[in-house]
């Protein structure tokens, strides 16, 4: 705070380019955090701390590209949208089950490429003028303004930037993830199990004992009929993925095969 009160202060620093960027940033931020908490009590039905901080890193990443060329109305706008693109795309890869725990993809990659755009979209020649120290007539502007027919070339650059970015960290990303696609050894492949405890204990304790053992063997030939039937699970663990809309069913599959299990145990696994 004592910071952003510092530059504030010091409005001439620099032609007012520092406090500029200083104040559509947090406006951006602000605007993007509340616009997250009205999705996630809209779509959600809960206000969500994460919510808050991942919408104020969303704001944050959105206007760092161009939180010197635009107008408080632009850095309004711009965090609204950073809001959308995070919400959007982290419920986009919640639906595919792809674990991105802290939304690195949404806030770092789709609003710093939403950024990039924003700039050539509500950048203002005025504004780019004083941040780059150019004449006025020479700097370009956004797509918005479109000032001398410059607009779509700043656009145009922005765009192949986006292009040129995205193509040289994609190259240098797979260096490593494909070799480890290639080894099966980037994610986790395993699947919903049933796994039936191991009960060699309690065959240990049977075979320390040898009055049970005579008591097992004198049962009546009603229990050799039985030897068809699935054989008595004392317990029995299931392992599902975590929120799984499917435990009843699964309780009442294991108890059609196994009608004498005494206790079935859901056990969530994170992922």
Same mark, same amino acid.
Request: proline share 4%; charged share 20%.
């Given at each position: ?36 908490? !009205? ?6 039905? #809960? ?6 901080? %991942? ?21 309004? %706008? ?15 890869? !919640?639906?595919?089950? !792809? ?21 050539? =979209? ?5 504004? =780019? ?7 006025? #007539? ?14 779509? #070339? ?99 599959? !294991? ?17």
């Amino acid at each position: 705070m004592r910071d952003l009160g510092s530059s504030g202060i010091n409005a001439e620093y620099g032609g007012g380019v520092l406090p500029r960027a200083v104040i559509n940033t947090t406006i951006s931020a602000v605007i993007s955090c509340i616009t997250s908490l !009205i999705l996630g009590l809209k779509y959600e039905r #809960k206000l969500d701390a994460s919510n808050a901080s %991942a919408g104020i890193m969303s704001g944050l990443v959105g206007s760092s590209a161009c939180c010197a060329t635009v107008a408080t109305e632009s850095a309004i %706008a711009i965090g609204v949208v950073s809001a959308v693109i995070y919400f959007s795309i982290s419920h986009i890869l !919640i639906s595919y089950q !792809i674990d991105d725990v802290v939304d690195v993809v949404p806030i770092n990659l789709c609003c710093a490429i939403w950024s990039l755009l924003a700039a050539g =979209v509500f950048s203002e020649q005025e504004l =780019v003028a004083s941040a780059l120290s150019i004449p006025s #007539k020479d700097a370009p502007c956004g797509l918005l303004f479109n000032c001398n027919g410059l607009g779509t #070339k700043l656009i145009s650059a922005q765009f192949v930037l986006v292009l040129s970015t995205v193509a040289l960290v994609g190259s240098l990303i797979s260096l490593v993830t494909v070799p480890l696609w290639w080894f099966n050894a980037l994610h986790d492949n395993s699947e919903t199990l049933f796994e039936q405890e191991d009960d060699d204990d309690d065959n240990d304790d049977d075979d320390d004992d040898p009055d049970d053992d005579d008591d097992d063997n004198s049962g009546d030939g009603d229990d050799e009929s039985s030897d068809d039937s699935p054989a008595p699970i004392s317990r029995m663990s299931s392992l599902v993925s975590p929120g799984g809309s499917h435990d009843q069913d699964i309780v009442h599959s !294991i108890r059609s095969v196994y009608p004498d299990v005494d206790h079935i145990e859901m056990t969530s696994r994170a992922r």
